[in-house]
């Protein structure tokens, strides 16, 4: 089975600009999350798509923003790029709304191979 | 709120060591789940163990082993005989039910690790 994609690999964009990163999650895996990752940290949680509306949203300004498709796949939008918006954006997809109920684990996000956004 | 500190950012040792990744984690939950992945310089991250709050049960597979204690709120990995395929950035990871309610992964800032040959 096909792992988590992701398009294209990498991208630069100028200050100002806007850009779209697709995703298609695992087959059979209704949900879809969205993670910057800069340079030197650790992924960070942008945002979290289920059964196509949104369902979590981390610290990111309104300049991000997302969308899923009926087929589960997903497209990440960033307006006006900033300098700071130079990362790795990772999409991870499991298969229900949450990671775990009631103390029994449930899921494991598992990733794609990321998007590379520099922005000049 | 959840953090996740990783102390260690980048460690260095020569084929077939034992090395040790420390992990501590922050959270007012008392039902959470803990998860280490690692990155390959490929980028993707590949998820290696999970464990919830209430299973300090420390396990072995293979090479790897994993402490977990919640008197210390750590959460360490250990590579045993180490390879130079192991090199890459390991993140341990942390979900609860407050900020992200059990739908996504807080990350620590990762440890580079390096096995020379």
């Known amino acids: 089975d096909a792992g988590v994609t992701q398009s294209p690999t990498h991208l630069i964009k100028t200050r100002g600009q806007h850009v779209t990163l697709r995703c298609s999650p695992i087959?059979?895996?209704?949900?879809v999350s969205w993670y910057q990752q800069v340079l030197g940290q650790g992924p960070q949680f942008i945002f979290q798509?289920?059964?196509?509306?949104?369902?979590g949203r981390g610290n990111f300004p309104d300049r991000f923003s997302a969308r899923q498709f009926p087929n589960y796949s997903s497209e990440l939008n960033v307006n006006a790029l900033l300098l700071g918006d130079s990362a790795l954006y990772l999409c991870?997809?499991?298969?229900?709304?949450?990671?775990?109920?009631?103390?029994?684990?449930?899921?494991?996000?598992?990733f794609g191979p990321g998007t590379r956004l520099t922005v000049l | 709120a959840q953090k996740v500190t990783q102390a260690q950012t980048e460690i260095s040792v020569v084929e077939k060591e034992d090395v040790t990744l420390d992990c501590v984690y922050e959270t007012r939950d008392t039902t959470y789940y803990l998860f280490w992945y690692k990155q390959p310089p490929s980028g993707e991250l590949v998820f290696l163990i999970r464990r919830n709050s209430f299973d300090e049960q420390n396990e072995i597979s293979g090479r790897y082993s994993w402490n977990f204690q919640k008197s210390t709120s750590s959460f360490n990995f250990t590579i045993t005989a180490s390879q130079v395929v192991d090199s890459a950035v390991y993140f341990c990871?942390?979900?609860?039910?407050?900020?992200?309610?059990?739908?996504?992964?807080?990350f620590g800032s990762g440890t580079r690790l390096q096995v020379q040959p």
């Open positions: 798509y289920y059964e196509k509306e949104e369902r």
């Open positions: 991870a997809s499991s298969p229900n709304l949450v990671l775990w109920t009631s103390g029994k684990i449930t899921d494991t996000q598992y």
């Open positions: 087959s059979g895996h209704k949900s």
């Open positions: 990871a942390l979900s609860a039910s407050m900020d992200t309610g059990r739908r996504a992964l807080t």
